[in-house]
């Protein structure tokens, strides 16, 4: 009796172009992961969550749609077009009504999007918090929120920036712990209190 032979594993990687992959092909190309990403011409692959990063999503859509005006729409894990290399996936937008043309839209032009949402995960920190602000900042979306969990008590902690016309970079106009209200992009009064989290 002889063994088997044993057969490499069946997938491919795909092999980036030499100038790197365009937004075009992050709806062409098959078999990609969900939420995969396209930050500077390179494909951004998302880990599993972790249940502070699902439900923090949740709290926060239930929040803003309960509050947002008709011409303003809440959208979870949808690609932003912000150049042609640059193609990522906010946690949360909050889109123009307009935008939305059907239920088959896979993607937002930055200039449809009013507030991009990030919930800080731990194999995304430098993304979250730097690569992506600078570069909706830099397509010129309106306001960034940016979500973190904090201490032995996994207390959330918002932190909420407008964009500055001039330098075209984000100023931070509060940080909330208990309860995040502001004006903009609409009034906006959310429970996010860890008990708010623990009760979803």
């Known amino acids: 009796m ?20 365009t937004v075009d092909d992050l709806f062409t190309l098959p078999d990609l992961p969900p939420h995969t ?42 690609t932003v077009v912000l150049d042609r290399r640059n193609g ?19 993607r937002y032009q930055a200039a449809d999007v009013l507030l991009a949402v990030e919930v800080v995960s731990p194999d995304s920190e430098a993304r979250d918090r730097e690569t992506k602000p600078h570069k ?21 902690v918002v932190r909420v920036y407008e964009l500055d016309p001039v330098t075209k970079a984000y100023a931070l106009t509060g940080i909330h712990h208990d309860r995040l209200k502001t004006g903009v992009p609409f009034p906006v009064d959310i429970d996010i209190s860890a008990d708010a989290l623990k009760e979803l």
């Open 88 to 106: 990522p996936e906010p946690d949360i937008s909050v889109v123009r009504a307009e935008a939305i043309t059907g239920l088959d839209v896979t």
């Open 2 to 21: 002889t063994a088997e032979p044993t057969t490499a594993h069946s997938s491919r990687w795909p092999v980036p172009p030499q100038d790197g992959y």
């Open 136 to 156: 909706y900042a830099t397509a010129g979306i309106p306001h960034f929120w940016l979500v973190e969990m904090t201490g032995t008590d996994q207390h959330p």
């Open 37 to 78: 990403e396209l930050i500077d011409g390179s494909l951004v692959f998302v880990s599993p969550q972790r249940d502070f990063h699902s439900t923090m999503i949740d709290l926060l859509v239930t929040g803003l749609r309960s509050t947002a005006p008709p011409e303003a729409k809440v959208r979870r894990e949808m």
